[in-house]
Structure formats: structure tokens, C-alpha cells
């Protein structure tokens, strides 16, 4: 080998490194500013009519519903995909608790057994109007979810106007959700 071809396959494992650190010098420093935030996944389908779906429901907690029944309302709604395997799932619930005393929750059991799901929103109160099981996913593919736990606020007629990928609390809907309904 060569003198030329060692310093190649030398130089480049050493500037690959060296980019890599300092993009995630970059990502880390934008963390610290504010000015990245890897929670805010941004939805395509946000300002686009629901997808066309149907589900089941959970054992013990209604029929499931449908894009049509979502579309129907005549108030927004709030669809929150979550899982009882979710640990962040667990920690939203008190305050999707209260954020249902303020408007009707729909829940989507995301890649769930329907009895796990069942038996965890019922353990300390559901806080959804209605529920139904995506057992396979398939349903969360269509509206763009990444992971759970993920959220959207769906208008009368059934667009979707905002979309949350992290665990809600009274002040996220204070702060996007809330100011979003004041507008409808």
C-alpha cells in the first residue's frame, strides 16, 4: 500500500468523526437555546381533512368509532393515540384528565392488546368520551404518527388544526391547544 492511499484511508475515518461531533455539538447547543426541539415533529397532514378509518373498541368500553362519527361532531375534538406500554402515556394521563373537563377526548389504543389497553385507561378514570383499538397500527400510519404518546385537534368537519408529539398537560392546552378553539 501505497503512502498516498494510507493517508486517504487515515484522513477520512478522522474528518467523518470530526463532522459528526461537531453536528452534534450543533444539535446540543441548539437544545440549550431552545432553538431545537427533537419533541416537535411536524405533521404533514395538519390543515388536511382525517384519514378514512375504522376501529374497534376496547373490551368493556364502547364500539370503537370511525372517521365519519369524528367528522359528525359539532364541536372539536381531541384524539390522543396512546399505549399502556407507554411510559409517557402513563404520566399524560392526569392531565388529559383535565383537559377532558374543557372538551371531548377521543382515545386510539396504538399497537396495543385491547384488554392491556382497556384495563389501563380504566384503572384511574378514563378520560375519553370515546376509545377504540389500532391494534396493528395501521390507522396511526395514515394521520402521521411517529410514537406515542401524539395528539390532534380535529374542527367540525373533521380537519386537523394542531398536532402534539409529547404528553399533554393543562399547559400545552392552555398554550396551543385553547388559543387554537378561540379561533374556531
Known sequence: ???????????VPIIGAGVLGVGFWRMLSDMRSGAFDPRAVKNPNVGKPIPSFAMPGLPGLGDGFTDAELKAQHRPVLVNFFASWCIPCVAEMPGLRAISRNMPIWGIAY?????????????DGSPYARVASDRHGRVAIDWGVTGVPESFLVAPGGRIIWHGSAALDPQIYEAEIRPRLAGL
Open 1 to 11: 500500500m501505497n503512502a498516498t492511499r494510507r493517508g486517504i484511508l487515515t484522513a
Open 111 to 123: 399497537e396495543d392488546k385491547p384488554e392491556n389497553a382497556s384495563a389501563f385507561i380504566q384503572r
